[in-house]
């Protein structure tokens, strides 16, 4: 851990040993608690000029978890040939002193990150309000703290990544994991794109999830008075589809999910969404699972865009940038998300003298 003498005004970083958690994956990573708050903020890259993750607060945060969020967001500038190191921060506070430790950690992760460039964002258990007092030093474009821009990118990049797996969307069938409010908007992007979409969460509609009942799923969620449309079953991604979505959790498919997943075609829209063992899985049963690292990239086009870039260009950007990502596999027996480290590795390696020790599958 961390330590600060009493006559030093800033934090020594050092390079620290995590023992392999359970997906055995973890290596040296470099960390810095944060006084007062039961937090620490993790950098993946130690000489990166900036850095970027979230922040996290629960009853427990593992550093082993933060260790393979930010590895994941290192891999995903790699494929965007970005020189930023990925981040992750988490607060492990009981509930009851949870508004005290979260206004601590704020208050003091400045101080105990000293030089270093590290722009964090909201994540469970913490809201872009309890951040606010970061901002000002934040030098990302204000774009990137807009939930609606967000929001768009990472459907853009989702389903870009879908539909070059695919094909053109219209009248491909499509289930989606979960159905949160975020993954309801996904499904109305893909039913924007002509996509069919059969099944959302815990919901199957053989017709499909038009507008009208989306809206209508939406309005259930909470209300015993509004019947949610569709059939319920024990698991969406069972249904008869040509793409599946997936995300709902971290490790939200393992090998035996994997195995009972329909769709020959698996994109992931959140990170960490697929274990190791499943893709193992899937690649004995010819299912392709794309790179999720590439898939959710997005989003991270709006934090330093190019001057006069708007909404409609970094879709673009967007698009193409995850597009040609994919395209430029190789497309061999290692399967799509190997050769994805391989890529962003290569870049990696062109700035760095050594490889952050393990990869984010």
């Known amino acids: 851990m961390l330590t600060q003498s009493p006559a030093a005004p800033k934090p020594v970083w050092c390079r620290n040993h995590h023992d392999l958690g359970p997906s055995g994956k973890l290596g040296y990573v470099d960390y810095v608690s944060v006084p007062d708050s039961g937090g620490f903020v993790l950098v993946d890259l130690p000489n990166a000029p900036d850095a970027t993750g979230i922040v996290r607060w629960a009853r427990k945060i593992l550093k082993d ?72 030093a934040d030098t990302r474009s204000a774009m990137c703290f807009d939930a609606s821009v967000v929001g768009s990118l990472a459907d853009e990049g989702v389903l870009a990544a879908a539909a070059w797996a695919h094909g053109p969307l219209d009248g491909a069938r499509v289930s989606i994991d979960g159905s949160s409010p975020d ?35 939406a309005a259930s969620v909470g209300n015993t008075d509004i019947d949610p449309p569709g059939d319920p079953v024990d ?21 035996h999910r994997m195995a009972q997943i329909a769709a020959p075609i698996v994109v992931p829209y959140a990170r960490l969404a697929v274990t190791t063992r499943a893709l193992a899985v899937a690649q004995r049963a010819d299912r392709r699972v794309l790179p999720d690292f590439v898939t959710v990239a997005g989003p991270l086009l709006a934090q330093w865009p190019d001057d006069g870039a708007d909404l409609e260009s970094l879709r673009a950007e967007a698009r193409n940038r995850i597009t040609e990502a994919l395209a430029s596999l190789p497309g061999g027996d290692d399967g799509l998300v190997l050769e994805a480290c391989y890529a962003a590795e290569a870049f990696l390696s062109t700035w760095q003298d050594e490889l952050p020790f393990g990869r984010p599958i």
């Open 65 to 136: 978890g933060a260790t393979n969020l930010a590895r994941s967001v290192t891999y995903s500038y790699g494929i965007l040939g970005m020189k930023v190191s990925g981040a992750s921060a988490g607060i492990s506070a009981d509930p009851k002193v949870r508004n005290d430790s979260v206004a601590a950690f704020v208050a003091n992760v400045s101080e105990a990150l000293g030089d270093r460039r590290v722009f964090l964002d909201a994540a469970k258990g913490v809201s872009a309000d309890d951040l606010a007092p970061l901002r000002d």
């Open 183 to 217: 993954e309801i908007r996904l499904a109305r992007a893909a039913v924007a794109t002509g996509a069919t979409v059969v099944a959302i969460g815990s919901r199957q509609r053989t017709e499909g999830f038009d507008s009208d009942a989306l809206d209508t799923l």
């Open 235 to 255: 698991d969406g991604l069972h249904t008869q589809a040509d793409l599946a979505l997936v995300g709902a959790k971290t490790n939200s498919v393992d090998h």
